[in-house]
């Protein structure tokens, strides 16, 4: 399974939001929300919050136009042109440097808001962090500090093991080149820190990625982020539990499904911020006056029912230092 074929394209790329602007008054702005899939409820719920810090409520002084791909990114160039005809008044490109991307193409006059885990100078969205320059600013994550971040926490809660693995998806299919030098990045990072590679492209070689693990007897788990292990997320944490191998993950997700731990962006405050910087462009702001921002919050959450069931005691000062305890 290739990484963007996980979704069926439906008929007709171009789907209403329920909130959408052609239910509203003509005088209010519009943001169009361009992305490869659609955000959980949550995430919006977030995006809104942080539209109400300036004064914008959705379906009262704000409206939305959403569009999405259906995680065909060669289909955003189509859906951002739609969202220029349509004259929004602010483009939010969210879920990756590939939405960012079309919409630059799109429009060099419409404010553009993105959020992603690629660099946006190094792939030309942006002139620089500090001055975006042009019309375009927003939130870069980066993956640098968490993978290092993550093996400090496992290491804690696994104190005694030396064979840890790294499992990554390595089909580059369909990316483009910075997102194809991300992952190789993430690669050498692992590899830096004496992690054992190990690469799944579907869920057979997800299967076969843990029987090679057990096999070599790895001790304990680094998960990479990526779209095929989230879609996957269930069976990777019953794979985990099968070989009764300590894992770490990147998302929550894992944790609630039953996963050892996690730590990475919080993505929920994500769409907070980018919810703020939306409201203040709506008041007035202009992109390339605001900087891009780098994501600051961090969520680190365990489950101790997990670490019982492998027989693993969670040090006081990590507890502690947990966002959220799964008991």
Known sequence: MRRRDFIVILTGLTLAWPRAAASQPPDVPVIGLLAPRAPAQEMLTKFDEGLGKWGYFVNRNVAIEYRWSRDQDQQLAALAAELVRLRVTLIVAAGGMAAAKAAKEATATIPILFTSSLDPVENGVVASLNRPGGNATGLSESYKEVVPKRLEFLKQIVPGARRFAYLQNDDTTG????????????AEIAGALGLTNHFARNEIDIEAAFAAMAQQRTEALLVASDPLFGHQHAKIVALAARYAM????????????????????SHLDAWRQIGEYAGRILKGAKPEELPVQLH?????????????ALGLTVPPLLHGLADDVIE
Request: net charge positive.
């Open 246 to 265: 300590p894992a770490g993950y990147v998302r929550r997700e894992f944790v609630d499904a039953g996963g050892l731990m996690s730590y990475g962006p």
């Open 296 to 308: 600051d919050q961090y969520e680190f959450v365990i489950n101790m029912r997990t670490a019982k």
């Open 175 to 186: 990316l483009g080149p910075s997102e194809k030098m991300q992952f190789k990045r993430e």
